[in-house]
């Protein structure tokens, strides 16, 4: 007997849930049902119904008065579990620690979703004064030498298909410029490893390069330093010590099967 299809309404229903909760997430406040028809450009209706049952099955959680959303606690559930799933991770973690005691800086590891990249584990220097972890975020990679050491594994075609036709600017020095980025992605892919200086942080470089169990690489592991810091010198050390991390991390991944 053949299994029965899904009707158009219930796949819209679970298409708007998705961008709704995809939509508080990536918003640093929380969103009224006004502000999120106007970047969602659903009906109200059918926020609010939607709304009502997220929050329900606490998905979605509303302030004091009601009237403006966030996610909720159940929402860290799913995300948790991806991490607890994903089998490189742990080597990803041992990676990190290691690299951070080397540098004396905060270390990031990433993994491309499509035109961004997602912060999947970080290891901040220990005199750091930021305490917002990066864990679960999501930012675009142009902007990010992680996800520029990825976006390099590409061809400037499959790079051009990936990207928005407008790329947005975090801060004055993001390079927006398509023909500014391909050249700066033919230096990454020249040299073995990413540097962007205050493209998506004011004050902070990072630079980063790719972990090659994949091909294309999907993940990278990244390491952050004051701009003031990233002199010719430092950045040399840096990129020396990235590049032995990520190296020697794609070679224990590979041995353990893992792609």
Request: with cysteine; hydrophobic share 40%.
């Amino acid at each position: 007997m053949p299994s029965a299809q899904p009707d158009a309404s219930t796949v819209k229903s679970a298409e708007r849930t998705v961008r709704i909760l995809e939509a508080l997430a990536a918003s640093p406040d929380r969103l009224t049902v006004s502000e999120l028809q106007e970047r969602l450009g659903y009906p109200r209706s059918s926020l609010h119904a939607l709304i009502r049952t997220l929050r329900e099955l606490k998905w979605v959680e509303a302030d004091d008065s009601g009237s403006s959303f966030g996610v909720g606690p159940h929402a860290l559930l799913s995300g948790t579990a991806y991490l607890d799933r994903d089998p490189a991770l742990p080597y990803a973690n041992e990676a990190l620690e290691d690299l951070r005691a080397e540098t004396g800086y905060t270390v990031h590891f990433a993994r491309r979703d499509d035109a961004y990249v997602l912060y999947l584990a970080s290891r901040e220097a220990r005199d750091t004064v930021r305490v917002v972890s990066r864990v679960g975020r999501r930012l675009p990679a142009h902007l990010t030498a992680l996800g520029q050491a990825l976006l390099a594994e590409l061809t400037t075609a499959e790079v051009d298909a990936i990207l928005p036709a407008e790329l947005t600017a975090l801060t004055p020095h993001t390079v927006t410029d398509r023909t500014a980025l391909h050249a700066e992605l033919a230096r990454t892919r020249d040299r073995g490893w990413a540097l962007e200086r205050e493209q998506g942080t004011p004050g902070v470089s990072c630079l980063s390069a790719p972990v090659h169990y994949r091909i294309p690489a999907t993940d990278a592991i990244s390491c952050s330093m004051p701009v003031a810091s990233a002199s010719e010198q430092e950045v040399a050390r840096v990129a020396k010590a990235v590049v032995s991390h990520t190296t020697a991390l794609a070679s224990t991944l590979r041995r353990h099967g893992i792609r």
